[in-house]
Nanobody
Framework: QVQLVESGGGLVQAGGSLRLSCAAS????????VGWFRQTPGKEREFVAG????????YYADSVKGRFTISRDNAKNTGYLQMNSLKPEDTAVYYC?????????????????WGQGTQVTVSS
């Protein structure tokens, strides 16, 4: 199975930017659709963005559309989430997920493999 490790989280002021990375190992990364999710205490994990195996199609939650960009570099076995114009409500633990079955990750499913998460905190 694939192993995922997120990095790039941190503390940033509102309006700032961060780029999260998701490094994959253990299996052929290009065989997996990739998604990013986030979770705050007491709430369910919510979908943020998804990208197909080849990177040709993407999908975003309405709350991040126009501000976040998902991408991947299969040669480097790494996925990315560029986050611009960050808001305090973007504060959460962000998780990378990989799916060997679905063509595009748009929700949590039993087939997802998860990373350990990285904290993003946006101060006002």
């Amino acid at each position: 199975q694939v192993q995922l490790v997120e990095s790039g989280g941190g503390l940033v002021q509102a309006g700032g930017s961060l780029r999260l990375s998701c490094a994959a190992s253990g299996r052929t990364f290009s065989n997996y659709a990739v998604g990013w999710f986030r979770q705050t205490p007491g709430k369910e994990r919510e979908f943020v963005a998804g990208i197909t195996r080849g990177g040709g199609s993407t999908y975003y939650a309405d709350s991040v559309k126009g501000r976040f960009t998902i991408s991947r570099d299969n040669a480097k076995n790494t996925g990315y989430l560029q986050m611009n114009s960050l808001k305090p409500e973007d504060t959460a633990v962000y998780y990378c997920a990989a799916d060997p079955i679905s063509g595009l990750v748009v929700r949590t499913t039993p087939s997802l493999f998860w990373g350990q998460g990285t904290q993003v905190t946006v101060s006002s």
